[in-house]
């Protein structure tokens, strides 16, 4: 196992290796907060069955889950693996931290094969190796962002024109999808609520990581809170969480689940490489090849994603693991907005989950 | 399209690319080979429907296939194909030839997807998107070989300790497995046989490469035949073509080539990289992220083999598109030893084979 020390950190270059010190906390972080909520998934399943045993199911309206401490373990789980996905934007781009989401459904499908049985066949151990080996390429190729001292400066980056015009652009796209599309084709095409929390979801990632970046400085102790700038990137982050969530969960209630999660996955993690690509100019500086090895290892992960989903069809970390790459809140809203899937799991819209399992998740 | 300018090529350090003149040329050829190869699976089967028209099949007995020239094209095809595969061997090292083999399968996919509407499916595209994807890493990482001026240095390089061990070791692993493990588990184990012929294929593949720059330093005006060394290649290169053959033969007679094939090609290019790693150097001076992004790009291209081989399971240009990256024999001999596949074709071996085509293809 090659391990780099500390010397290579700095200067990564002789070895080909791109990555900094920030860049390799931002990855472990990343990392860590996709074993922290992809396990969340699978103690809260264990909680549910466990809760189901001895009470009305959560499905027909107990709330029996409440007072295990197995499923709370797992909600303390989730919290501290988004909180750490979080910190992972402050450190390294998101042209990293993003794709590195897809490992969360690497662990669960793991962890679901041993301790919950649900046993992962030759298929499946090839996506996660597939996710695998995109997250290696990806992280051996990923940019160096230069460390920021001031809100000021994220400010700076996000009125830069160029970023200005993909905002304009994006809010256009945006508002035409929702007047003219959503009510015409939301219903029958998967794209257009798709399409929607995609594009929004790569304004949240960039305001969350301006918001993190306000969070970081000030516990350090230069005070960001002052600055006016700082609290329009945390108005922002809060809008588009919401806009995106209610979007998500629209998508989430009209398709299939194993439809809408790779899909979803490759263009929110597409959009959000677009964002920071122009607002941290994250390829300035970067050789073809490395931009091209990039391109290819998140086209990996999202065929190692779309394999992990087909064969996994319906089970229950697909819904939710792609949050996995998002703020805290967005997991506490799916918890609290659970009815569209009770109703999915009663008129039978998931034919593959176990009849024995499904009263009890949901 | 980033089209490598005459000028980068030379200097492509700056950019971070590692590939030389010479690594273009080879990646043409075998590309080039691929697309040859490939299609000329689907010519030649063109070529057996319709010399099935007019008269009795290939797999009755008939020999209505020798007089349809469609068949001679496909058979052209290949030869040409394969002449190609064998010159990219002499350009580029075999650690960047070898993998790009698998573009075979997917040229076939394709075609026949056109051509003789065998669809693809969902998770047929996905594996040629794979292998594209893993293609195109390895060709971004691809170590430079120097260029040699005569057989002598090759023999110098085959003859040093490093690779005359490794030599040894596969030469003493393929005869106790010969010896031993043939008569005993050969029947039952599949990787019996794929292991005899992995393990010589590296030994092909080198001495392959080493009687090319024979003969391309030949045909440059510096006789290379009278030297003895370059007569020892040969023969060690027939040697080793006939026994790779005859358990290949064995290994596709015995088990299901949708099994077979996957793991030979990665057997067989794993044993070629180290085999050639090992005697050219390919990875002195290479950086660990580098070597680390081949091998990713090696394990996404198998991935997307094993995936094209899982959805077209018995399909017909899977039996025979692992010879791609062999020598021109390979493929001729499979040709005349084709009365395993007659026997596997009516004793239904391959169920998924559409019944209205099985009779006229063998």
């Known amino acids: 196992m090659w391990v780099p020390s ?23 972080l990343a990392l860590v907060s996709s074993a922290f909520i992809g396990s969340s998934f699978i103690i809260k ?13 959560a499905s027909v309206g107990g709330y029996g889950y409440l007072k295990e401490p197995l499923w709370w373990l797992g909600m303390i789980t989730m919290v501290v693996g988004e909180l750490s996905n979080f910190v992972a934007y402050i450190y390294a781009p998101a042209v ?7 490992m969360t459904i690497i662990v669960s499908s793991i962890l679901a094969h041993f301790m919950l049985n649900e046993k992962l066949d030759k298929l499946g151990i090839l996506g996660c190796n597939l996710c695998i080996v995109g997250a290696v390429v990806i992280v051996l190729h990923a940019p160096t962002e230069s460390s ?19 905002t304009a652009s994006a809010l256009a796209v945006v508002l035409v999808l929702i007047l003219y599309f959503c009510p015409r084709y939301g219903q029958t095409n998967l794209m257009v609520y798709v ?28 005070d960001q809170f002052v600055y006016f ?26 398709f299939n689940t194993s439809l809408v999660s790779p899909i979803y996955y490759a263009l929110f993690t597409s959009f959000t490489i677009v964002a920071s690509v122009i607002m941290f100019k994250d390829w300035s500086g970067q050789s073809a090849s490395t931009i091209a090895s990039e391109i290819c290892g998140f086209v990996t992960i999202f065929s190692g994603t779309t394999i992990l989903h087909s064969t996994r069809e319906a089970d229950i970390p697909s819904p939710t693991d792609i949050y996995a790459s998002l703020s805290p809140k967005v997991t506490w809203y799916i918890q609290g907005n659970g009815d569209s899937w009770k109703q999915k799991d009663e008129d039978g819209q998931y034919p593959d989950f176990p009849s024995s399992l499904r009263q009890d998740y949901f």
């Open 6 to 28: 500390a010397a290579m950190m700095g200067s990564g270059e002789a070895l080909g290796l791109s990555f900094s010190n920030d860049n390799v906390k931002g990855c472990v």
């Open 45 to 57: 399943k264990k909680g549910l069955l466990r809760a189901g045993v001895s009470g009305p199911r």
């Open 96 to 102: 990293l931290v993003t794709p590195l989401g897809a």
């Open 148 to 166: 920021l001292t001031s809100v000021d400066e994220v400010w700076e980056l996000a009125t830069q024109p160029a970023f200005l015009l993909y």
């Open 195 to 222: 399409s929607i929390c995609s594009v929004i979801g790569s304004l949240t990632v960039m305001s969350i990581k301006a918001l993190g970046i306000a969070i970081k400085l000030t516990l350090e102790g230069s």
């Open 229 to 254: 700038q700082t609290w329009i990137f945390a108005s922002v982050a809060v809008t588009c969480i919401i806009c995106q969530l209610n979007y998500l969960n629209m998508a989430l209630d009209t």
